[in-house]
Structure formats: structure tokens, C-alpha cells
């Protein structure tokens, strides 16, 4: 229908007149490399794609799309993996042209425009020694990461990516230009940490920066049957490790790297991830526990931490599907149980059936802001990427008998940007029942009319 009404109409040529980015309807070249997103389970087609290069863009496609009662998208990385970048037959508004990133490193802050990638802004803040606390892979988009709350490599050194928001500048629904931090709306620049998307589109944000020179990454493995023993052990290391210390016990498909015996290549594996905010000779100290534990394989390096926010990148064009269990507590059943469901994991696949550890600043936290999920120990995190789509059952089953398996252990909240759509109980446990009240009396105030819906929505009051 959408499609009738563009071709009918001057809208389209109307919104093309003084638009600084570009404007793809499914008759242009560029349309099917535009509509892809990260989960390749994702195949729709927008009526219209408005690749925006400045906020004036923004606000020309919102009218344009309400005018024509079309659905609307707003995409950033791409990331989420129910394709809520995507709409079908409806508009599309892109960001990704708008990625700029500009550091001051004597106020230690960075402006991050809304399209960026973690990788615009993490290699922006290389060369200053600086770096906040990004997702756990380069190409995850900064916005969307950051309104869901943002978890990441450091969070425990320096909280979650929203406690070291400074301001935000949105677009809203009516094509309003709006901009909210401690001062300014700071109603609303308390629902931008964890309500997502919900409010308008962002356009820009600035963040408090941290020193922070070189990060040390350590890749341990072993056959997968010691997976019981090492994550008791990685639990008990992570119990008295300092905030410096992040990443995670993790199985998943032995990689043909140079460092990991033929043996273990294209098998399922269990490994300990530990990033260390600091040199290698400090990071080796601190990790010694699970150094002794006489490992299969290893990689350790110092490295910038742009290059260790690359270093895991997932491939794209697989098919995807996460959820997400917070635990308050992760005793030795409930250790027994998070293995023995490794073995169903799709094998060989880029899965990865993960365990991160909280704690350090994430729980210490403003306990106001909407993210309750802060308060869990650990999160056990299933990841499933596969190619052929006959795995789509298994992959899916995969991940909620892991969550049904740790939910006597289960804090009952929930990061959303680990989930897809998982119903409305789930949605209000992701911001908890009392802070989704007031979320959706910012809602009703900044979109009342429910345009931005393409997200972990939050119906307006």
C-alpha cells in the first residue's frame, strides 16, 4: 500500500527537494544493500530509506512518513536482533551517514553524532588515551547501545555506557529538535538511560571519557568437557577480581588460529575471556587463578582498546537469535546446568553460549536510572548465529532452555539489548515495573502519538 501511495503522490519528490542525504525507494541500485541488517532471519522492504546526513534530514523524513501514515524505522548499527531497524513497506529513517566523533581531551568528553559505530568513536578516542564504555564489538551502533543502557568490556571499571552520559539531543516525533541532560529536561535525560528509542531520534550525544592507554586481553581454552571446572573456578576468581577485570567464560567453536591445537579447531571448546583495564605485566598478576589452571590454549596481548573491540566482531549474513538470563547468584547447580546445555549448541557455528560477569561500578550505579538489570552478578548470555535456516527451531529452543534451566538463580530483570521480542512481561522486567510507569508518562509528553514503536516499546500513558 505504501508503495501505491508514493506513486500517486509528490510526497517523494517533495522530500528529495533540499534533502542533504539520500532518499532509496526499491527501484534504486543502492535499495537491497541499504535494507540489510546484522540478523540475516531479517528480510524486509521499506517503502522508502532516508539516509540522513543532518538533523534538518530527520525531521523532513518524520513529517514526510507521518504524513503518509507510514510505519517508521530508525536505524543506527543495525543491531537489533528482531530487526527493529527494519520496517516493511514503511520508512526507514538511517543515521549511519551522520557518524561523526569529536574528542576534547582536556574536558575528556566526546560528541558522538547518532549514526557512529563504537568503532567511529573508539578510534576517535584512540589517539588521546581515552575511551568510555562501548559494546562488545565495533560495529555495534553507539545510540542504541547507549539509550538500552550499555554494557560492555569495562563496565565494571566505569559503569554502564548511560552512567557516563553527559547530554543528548533528539529530534522528536513532531520534528522538534530537543536536547536533555542534568539541567535541561532531565526528565527525559533520565528515561535516555535504558528507555531506548522510544522518545525521538537521537542525534548526538556526548560522553564522560576515562585514561585509559592500553587494555590486555587473555584467551584461555580448554576441551569442552572441563567447562564445570574452570567456570567454578573463573567464578570464584571473579568474586575478589578488581574492577579493572571484565569478559567472560564463554563455549563455542575452536577457531583455526595459529595458537589453537588442531585438536580443538572446528570442536566446541570453553574459554575464559578476561579484559583487564591495563598493562599485561598487571593483568597477568591479577589473573594467576585462572592461569594455573593449566589451559589447552592461550592468547595474551596489550593492545589499544579499539583494537580489542574488533578483535571478536561477528561475521555478518548469519542468522541470529539471543536471550539473556540475570542471575543474582551462579552456585555449582546452577554451573552444571549453564554447561550441560553447551552441548546444544550448533556446532560447528560462530555461537557462543557466554557468561559475563557485573558487579563494580555497573552495580554501584545511580540506582534511579531504569536499568535494574545492574544489580544482577551475572548474566548468562545465549548467542546464536548459524547459516542454514533448518536450525532456526534448535537455535531458538537452544537459548530458552538455558533460560529456564538458571531461572530459579534469576534477579527477574533483564538487559534488553541482549533480547529480541520475548512479550510484554519481559519488556516491563527490563526497566522494572515502577520505573516503566514513569517511562511512559516521559512517552506520552515527547511522542504521545506512539510513532517511534519500532523498539522494546513503552506504550505512552
Known sequence: MASEILGTTTALTDLRTGFTGEVITPDDAAYDDARTVFNAMIDRRPAVIAQCATPEDIARALRFG??????IAVRGGGHSVAGMALTEGGLVVDLRRMNAVAVDPEARTARVSGGATMSHLDRAAEPHGLATTGGRVSTTGVGGFTLGGGSGWLDRKFGLACDNLLSVSLVTADGSTVRADEDENPELFWALHGGGGNFGVATSFTFRMHPLPAVTAMILMWPADAGPEVARAYRDFLESAPDEVGGGFIYFTGP??????????GRLVCAVLVTYAGGEAAARAVAAPVLELGHAAEMITELPYAELQCMLDDPPGCRNYWSAEHLDSFPDEAVDLFCARASDMIVPSPSQHVLFPQGGATARGNPDYPVPWRNASWVAHPFGLWEDPADDERGRRWAHDIRADLRPWSSGAVYLNFIGNEGEERLISGFGP???????????????????RLNHNITPA
Do not use: C, I
Request: glycine residues 6%; aromatic residues 12%.
Open 66 to 71: 507521518r504524513e503518509l501514515g507510514l510505519e
Open 256 to 265: 583455526p588460529e595459529e595458537f589453537v591445537p588442531e585438536g580443538l579447531v
Open 434 to 452: 515502577e520505573n516503566y510507569r514513569r517511562l511512559a508518562a516521559v512517552k506520552a509528553t515527547y511522542d504521545p502519538d506512539n510513532v517511534f
